[in-house]
């Protein structure tokens, strides 16, 4: 859905006189923050990532994947910047906040996690790249500074964690969390 939310705002960009490009992407957000963990759920606000019991869906269903959050909530930044609409710009601080009450003391967060429990649905850790992006963006360019100590601690787990071990654990959706130097990503690593 997120893809949805971002192909109708890119569209926009290009051809802003169509306004069901925008109508799209509201709905489509909408639909995300509507079937989010609730307020006061252990992964509060996170949107879902699966739907259904086909192939992954029903594998992976009861977890949330801690990379993909700060995703959606980038998206609903741009759609805020588009649209002006207060409730998107809330629905991504609502989700940096989920963020900051889940850091682990060494920085990061689990990579997989059991959305009815909040508890880790495997050991592996999240390289955290893509989350220190959407909190870097909300201090940088909407100044919630409220952020700014998630950062340090983050970016020191990477640098002594996958930067020395090159153990770049692939944080994808659709597979398993997987034992040390198996499935690696060369995205967090680029």
């Known amino acids: 859905m997120g893809s949805v939310v971002y192909g109708m705002l890119m569209y926009h960009h290009y051809f802003p006189e169509n306004d069901t490009s925008l109508l799209i992407a509201r709905y489509a ?3 995300l ?6 307020a006061g759920a252990p992964l509060a606000y996170f949107p879902q990532v699966y739907e259904g019991e086909a192939v992954t869906a029903g594998r992976f269903g009861e977890e949330i994947i ?6 959606t909530a980038t998206i609903f930044l741009h759609l805020f910047d588009a649209t002006k609409d207060p409730k998107y710009f809330l629905a991504a601080t609502n989700i940096a906040d989920t963020y900051a009450n889940n850091q682990l003391p060494n920085g990061t ?3 997989r996690i059991n959305k009815e429990t909040g508890e880790p649905a495997s050991p592996t850790l999240c390289i955290p790249i893509g989350i220190v992006d959407f909190i870097s963006i909300l201090i ?3 100044h919630q500074e ?5 950062i340090q601690p983050a970016i020191k787990w990477i640098m002594d964690n996958p930067v020395q071990t090159f153990d770049w654990t692939g944080q994808f959706e659709d597979y ?13 690593a680029a």
């Open 29 to 31: 957000t909408d639909y």
């Open 66 to 71: 801690t990379m993909e959050p700060a995703v």
């Open 176 to 188: 398993a969390a997987a034992s040390p130097y198996e499935n690696l990503t060369k995205y967090e």
């Open 146 to 150: 409220q952020y700014r100590g998630m």
């Open 33 to 38: 923050i509507e079937t989010a963990e609730p």
């Open 109 to 111: 967060w689990y990579i």
């Open 140 to 142: 940088d360019k909407y």
